[in-house]
């Protein structure tokens, strides 16, 4: 499976733009970026994914690099309620699992 | 309300006992995943099924097994338990083996 990295974690303040990187040099072809997160005491949720172009969503944007070895999420304005673990995963190329990391937990100041 | 419902919330046991955790998947959703929670170890897959049928697995131990039944409901075994079992357990579903995941709200487990 191929490996994603993530800063161990990021802070942010209230209703500024948020920019979380993730590096997957050894991607395929056929894999798709995803992004879940995890906020406490809950279960992961999507929040988005792409293959080579940029996504937006009404929760974030996410921008692939050309090479497609490097992506960001972009939260554009953090709240509160966006303090999570944020996994950055490579995925659905065969069989669908979802193999996560560490994730960057993310911390936002009011 | 991601619309996966696990049971039970939460489950005290001794060790050498066996459990059940029961996985109800959204309405239409064929490919059931199982995750294992503890704090030293992160988010780490268990075991995929999809329609019926297992389609990959992960670190899952022998003591563990799962299955997905007709109505695609999934349940997971855990058997022989141990201290070292003691984790959350998060039940997930797709529509299809392309989509996004959907997870439930998890089983805490507490192996005594």
């Known amino acids: 499976d191929a490996k994603t990295t993530q800063p161990n974690s990021m802070e942010s303040n209230e209703e500024e733009p948020v920019h979380l990187p993730c590096n997957h040099s050894?991607?395929?072809?056929?894999?798709?970026i995803h992004w879940y997160r995890q906020l406490p005491s809950q279960g992961p949720e999507y929040v988005i994914h792409g293959l080579t172009s940029n996504v937006n969503n009404r929760m974030a944007s996410l921008a692939i690099a050309e090479d497609r070895k490097s992506s960001t999420l972009i939260l554009h304005r953090a709240t509160l309620r966006d303090a999570a673990v944020y996994y950055c995963?490579?995925?659905?190329?065969?069989?669908?699992?979802?193999?996560f990391g560490q994730g960057t937990e993310l911390s936002v100041k009011p | 309300d991601s619309g996966v419902t696990q049971t039970p919330k939460h489950l005290i046991t001794a060790t050498g006992q066996r459990v059940t955790l029961r996985c109800s998947p959204r309405?239409?959703?064929?490919?059931v995943y199982w995750y294992q929670q503890s704090l030293d170890q992160g988010l780490q897959f268990l075991i995929q099924?999809?329609?019926?049928?297992?389609?990959a697995k992960g670190n899952i131990l022998e003591r563990f097994s799962a299955q997905q039944f007709p109505d695609l409901h999934s349940e997971l075994n855990l058997s022989s338990l141990e201290l070292g079992d003691s984790a959350l357990y998060f039940c997930?579903?797709?529509?299809?083996?392309?989509?996004?995941?959907?997870f439930g709200q998890g089983t805490r487990l507490t192996v005594v």
């Open positions: 050894t991607i395929s072809g056929t894999d798709y």
């Open positions: 995963i490579l995925g659905y190329n065969q069989g669908g699992k979802l193999i």
């Open positions: 997930a579903s797709s529509a299809t083996r392309r989509t996004e995941a959907f």
């Open positions: 309405s239409g959703d064929l490919s």
């Open positions: 099924y999809y329609n019926g049928e297992e389609r």
